[in-house]
């Protein structure tokens, strides 16, 4: 049986949760572990649908007034509100900006070849 993304965050509201089983429907192979959930993920159903739309506005806040019939700061405070739950996220691109800066002044300085940069910067 399918549930949609929409039932799941009913489902559990505002609370933390672990994915612990993907099935990947193609093969159906089944694997089982803890999965951390990425931060656009957490956001609640409603903020997704919010940040999809700004996307399909392609950032237009003149346009999500007139989509949602409300005002430019109540858009503008949404938005805040959002970014301020996804400050996670960013920590997280800025980390893997410094760790790829690090592993380039490695290589620049002799300290690692080409092949050991390139198998760092992959992971």
Known sequence: MTHNWYELTKLTGDKEFDIVRIRLRESGICIEGEFELPPMVKLSYEDQVFVAQFIRCHGSIKEMEQVFGVSYPTIKA????????????????????????????????????????????KG
């Open 78 to 121: 949404r938005l805040n509100k959002i970014d301020s739950q996804l400050q996670l996220l960013q920590v997280e691109v800025e980390k893997t900006a410094e760790d790829r800066d690090k592993i380039l002044k490695r290589l620049e300085s002799g300290e690692i070849t080409a092949k050991e940069a390139t198998k760092l910067l």
